[in-house]
Every structure is written in structure tokens, then in C-alpha cells.
């Protein structure tokens, strides 16, 4: 059951998932037991921070950063609930 993240969460992947890049798809994915999950760029992006040790307004921040200032909290909040939702994410 997924639960409301805060900014000041830090979160990591769920060990029965797997993020990488794959080459034959041209995209970030996001593998399970039955199957994968295509990502959009942008998701990559902010699939590619999770690492257990930032904070989610620390990921923010380096997103914004990487993308020369470009408001991006919202998507990246809502693409995180929607992560958290589907059981990719959870909180540390």
C-alpha cells in the first residue's frame, strides 16, 4: 500500500524492481517479474536520483539544476506518486 510522500522523504527502489537503461528499447525501464515498464525521458531522469540517500527536494533541486533552473516539482511530485502507486518506490 502505497503511502503520501513528503519533500523531505528520502526513497529508494524496491528490491523486486530494477531500473536501468536498455539499449534495444532506446529508454530508461523498469523491470519486474512479469514484465517492464517503458519509461519517458523525464521519468528516467527522476528514476535515475533514486538512490537511497537524497531527499525528494534534494532530487528536485538537481533536476532543476540539470535542466538550467526549469520549475520542475510538480512533475516530479507527481510522477513519484505515481511510482510510489505502482510499488517501484517506498520510503527509507
Known sequence: MAIELKKEDII??????RF??????????????EGMVKLSQSAGE????????KSIIDMIGDISAAFGGAD?????LEFLETANGNGWIRTK
Open 72 to 76: 520542475v516539482e510538480k512533475d516530479v
Open 46 to 53: 527522476i528514476m535515475k536520483r533514486i538512490d537511497g540517500k
Open 20 to 33: 536501468q537503461w536498455e539499449e534495444v528499447q532506446n529508454c530508461y525501464v523498469v523491470l519486474y517479474p
Open 12 to 17: 529508494e527502489i524496491v528490491p523486486t524492481f
